[in-house]
């Protein structure tokens, strides 16, 4: 074997992985960066309906309008929690925001050829582990969910730079100063979210090539082990949602089922997002955030598995 083969291999799969959700990431920082800056805070608050299941409903169409990355989405959570939204509506949109949106689910379409399945159970699996979680937290007060001592106002270590965190964003003089805010907020998400992006796909090519066929075959008849490897591996490596279904498609030795996992659980909790719940939520609804989506996840991903195969 020609021993250039391996690093080329290796290049070959980063690239396409890289080129393929590049494109995605960038609308996706876009639109998320708009959206935070143009509408503001107040006005989602006062949109929000005060009933149980209104206020979930409510939870879960924002997040597919208001898209945002899922680091994003928790400042996002506490700005509103602290300004007294109903729990249910922002621990809802918190968890649905960075998976229900057209941009993700356009993305997730591209990723997986077109495969309604998977496309559909992904946003099946995230829609109800939001609900559940804002169904279990609604009768709570909504600063009750924050950890004692954390303001609205403080900022909050996440890597990307949220224009809530910036005291001008809501004093910016003109349309155009805001506009450009935007513009900065959306190229900082990019390049922090690209870099967990070329790590994901770097992780993904290794696999490919130092993996050795008698292990890929396990995970192949392993439906259960399969499905445990890549929840682990979506929480450690920790790939933006708007990206990480090219990183789950590129794992093609495993079962749809545990590509599923990956991109179900990867937005709602990674190592990023373990130490940002901590940072901002009380210690009950930290464990809360830590342990239903994984046993909702992958519930869902073994009933996906024996039902499709």
């Not at 804002?134 to 924050?146: A, E, I, P």
Request: with cysteine; hydrophobic share 60%.
């Amino acid at each position: 074997m020609n021993p250039a083969s391996p690093a080329a291999a290796f290049s070959a799969v980063v690239t396409a992985i890289v080129l393929e959700a590049a494109p995605f990431l960038a609308l996706g920082s876009l639109l998320g960066a708009f959206l935070e800056v143009l509408i503001g805070s107040d006005r989602l608050v006062r949109l929000c309906p005060r009933g149980r299941v209104g206020g979930v409903a409510f939870g879960l169409m924002a997040g597919f309008l208001l898209p945002t990355c899922e680091c994003g989405s928790v400042p996002i959570a506490r700005r509103l929690l602290g300004l007294g939204a109903p729990p249910q509506t922002v621990t809802a949109y918190m968890l649905a925001a960075p998976v229900l949106n057209p941009v993700v689910l356009w993305a997730t379409y591209v990723a997986f050829r077109g495969d309604w399945w998977l496309i559909g159970g992904r946003a099946a699996v995230v829609g109800l582990t939001a609900a559940i979680i804002g169904w279990t937290v609604r009768d709570l007060d909504s600063r009750m969910l924050l950890r004692p001592g954390r303001t609205a106002g403080e900022p909050l270590a996440c890597g990307h730079e949220h224009p809530e965190h910036d005291a001008h964003v809501n004093d910016a003089p003109t349309p155009a100063g805001r506009i450009l805010h935007a513009l900065r907020h959306a190229a900082a998400d990019f390049l922090s979210m690209g870099a967990l992006l070329i790590l994901g796909a770097m992780a993904a090519a290794l696999v490919k090539i130092l993996i050795p066929a008698g292990l890929l075959s396990w995970f192949q008849d392993n439906l259960a082990g399969s499905i445990l490897a890549m929840m682990l591996l979506a929480v450690l490596l920790s790939v933006c949602s708007e990206a990480d279904a090219f990183v789950a498609a590129s794992f093609s030795a495993f079962p749809g089922a545990a590509q599923l996992a990956f991109v179900a659980l990867g937005p709602m909790l990674d190592l990023k997002l373990m130490a940002m719940y901590g940072a901002t939520f009380a210690h009950r609804i930290w464990v809360m955030l830590v342990i239903i989506p994984p046993l909702i996840v992958f519930g869902a991903a073994m009933t996906f598995g024996f039902l499709f195969g």
